[in-house]
């Protein structure tokens, strides 16, 4: 069924809530585990269809946050999916009290009843206009960012359309560019701080009447996050910190002597190249065609999926006025079908967003077969293992979108790969600075970043950019108001591809094989159950990043023109 034909109707919620009523006193009464399990598949039916819809409702205010219709039924989610979060939540306390646990958990898996149970410790009935509250402030951070209207180069642009000039070959075009950008945020930095001061005060307060100490300790339960913690993610980013850092300030030097330049400012870190970075020789339906190619000749199990998402119109790829900025891709349950939003603007990160969510596309097609919601994604940490990896899979393939400026395409991806991590690492400290310490101002919270620039991209230079030099660099970063404590995930992940891609250089089979066994396992099991099963090393292994390192500066290092 195309997107287009999939029919959009608003649950009744009422209606909703009755039949969950009805079918958990069923459940509790069930005299078997195989009843129970009859009645989780009627319970999973219901949630399939409300979450449907919720998810379509998603899709259409990312493609038009504009349109009013849009507008209203996103309100209706952001004010009642904390409703139906205690659904959920009135489900996982039954199942969780079952007198059939040990057998469902034979059936069904233990990781169900993992997440069941941190669940459980990041909702009650009591803080749902909180979370009513904070539903509503990321959307008005969605609509804020997609209402920018940038006048540059004779047109009106939203962000992701002004991105080509980020990276002109023509300094004074990127310079001018950078300019006009974070003077659309100078101008609603007041408004983006108080969206931010509102979403701590609404954290912290749901944190502290759940019985958390702070935001930071429900954050990670509402990431699912079963086996690690705070503490083993210091180490990691200390570890970033340690063997990343000095490898990617160097990897600046470099660039700034190949785009001769004596000084590296923020607006040249961009461009890769003197004559220009490697960007795709055409636009969507030449890029789409040749990711068909692609796919078809990787294996049978990505030709059969990405025919699928074609034929069926599960891609919505390029930017446009109105549209949110951003790339993601989401899953509908009731029609098994995974949906990809992105902005192409024809830049390299068309590429590589189209490989990345299609990691993720590809995972949940190739999971589709479970009947557990929970499964349909892994945690997120897990799932970005196939976003990420998949980007460096399809190499063999990148001259079909590249031609000649394919080793261009492949030296640059490598090295803001490597660079992300830093980056990622500060954003995920930075989230557990303000969080740890909610009472910041908005200026003491810039002055925070500003350290950890020094920290982690001590390189950067924001030359006379009065936004950046007071701090303000993180207010573009989406996943800082909508997705707390979802940054450093990337990291993790980004470690495992690099992995993917060490392996598929010294046997493209076998590392074929471990992916897509890790794709099938859904969200079966938690993120370093996972990362065992692919055949990975746990990005926490002390030593691992110093390792990863060395072999990404070895393979730079054969890329003798650059």
């Not at 590809?362 to 945690?379: A, D, G, I, K, M």
Request: hydrophobic share 35%; charged share 25%.
């Amino acid at each position: 069924m195309k997107f287009s034909e999939i029919k959009y109707t608003r649950p009744n919620l009422t209606s909703v809530e009755t039949n969950f009523a009805e079918l958990l006193s069923s459940f509790e009464k069930a005299n078997s585990t195989q009843k129970q399990l009859e009645i989780i598949t009627q319970i999973n039916n219901s949630r399939n269809h409300f979450e449907s819809m919720m998810t379509i409702a998603s899709i259409n205010y990312s493609l038009d946050s504009s349109n009013e219709k849009n507008s209203e039924e996103q309100d209706f989610f952001d004010e009642n999916s904390p409703r139906y979060q205690n659904l959920i939540n009135k489900y996982y306390k039954t199942i969780l009290n079952s007198k059939f646990r040990n057998e469902l958990e034979k059936e069904i898996g233990k990781q169900l009843f993992s997440i069941a149970d941190l669940s459980l410790k990041t909702f009650n009935e009591s803080v749902m206009p909180l979370l009513q509250q904070e539903n509503k402030l990321c959307s008005e951070y969605t609509k804020l960012l997609a209402s920018a209207k940038i006048t540059f180069d004779g047109k009106e642009l939203n962000l992701s359309q002004l991105d080509p000039y980020l990276s002109s070959v023509d300094r004074s075009v990127r310079k001018n560019a950078n300019t006009a950008k974070y003077i659309f945020f100078e101008t609603n930095a007041a408004s983006l701080d108080s969206l931010f001061d509102e979403l701590i005060k609404t954290r912290n307060e749901i944190a502290k009447q759940l019985g958390f100490k702070n935001f930071v300790e429900l954050g990670y339960a509402r990431m699912l996050r079963g086996d690690y913690n705070a503490e083993m993610v210091k180490s990691y980013r200390n570890q970033i910190a340690e063997h990343i850092v000095p490898v990617a300030s160097e990897l600046r030097k470099k660039q700034a002597k190949r785009i001769r330049l004596d000084k590296l400012f923020y607006y040249d870190e961009s461009l890769y190249y003197l004559d220009g970075n490697a960007n795709p020789k055409g636009e969507e339906k030449w890029i789409v065609n040749h990711a068909k190619t692609m796919y078809k000749e990787l294996s049978k199990e990505t030709e059969t999926f990405f025919n699928f998402m074609i034929d069926n119109e599960l891609m919505d790829l390029t930017a446009r006025k109105g549209k949110a900025t951003g790339g993601y891709c989401t899953y509908i349950p009731e029609a098994k079908s995974p949906y990809i939003f992105s902005n192409f603007n024809g830049t390299t990160h068309d590429i590589v967003v189209l490989t990345h969510e299609a990691g993720h596309a590809f995972q949940c097609f190739e999971s589709r077969s479970f009947t557990l919601p929970e499964y349909n994604f892994p945690t997120y940490e897990a799932c970005e293992i196939h976003s990420m990896s998949m980007e460096f899979l399809t190499y063999p393939w990148m001259h079909l979108f590249f031609e000649e400026t394919t080793e261009k395409f492949m030296h640059s991806h490598i090295c803001k790969a490597l660079q992300f991590l830093p980056y990622g690492a500060a954003v995920d400290e930075f989230q557990h600075i303000v969080y740890d310490e909610p009472n910041l101002t908005p200026k003491q919270r810039r002055e925070k970043w500003l350290e950890l620039e020094k920290k982690y991209v001590p390189h950067k230079d924001n030359e006379d950019c009065a936004f950046l030099n007071s701090g303000g660099f993180w207010q573009q970063q989406r996943h800082i108001y909508e997705s707390p404590f979802y940054y450093i995930d990337y990291t993790l992940a980004q470690v495992c591809a690099f992995e993917f891609w060490k392996k598929a250089s010294e046997n493209r089979e076998n590392a074929w094989k471990d992916y897509l066994h890790l794709c099938q396992q859904g969200g079966s099991q938690s993120f370093l159950e996972l990362v065992k099963e692919a055949n990975l090393t746990s990005p926490f292994k002390k030593g691992l990043l110093k390792e990863i390192a060395i072999y990404v500066k070895s393979e730079l290092d054969k890329f003798k023109q650059f």
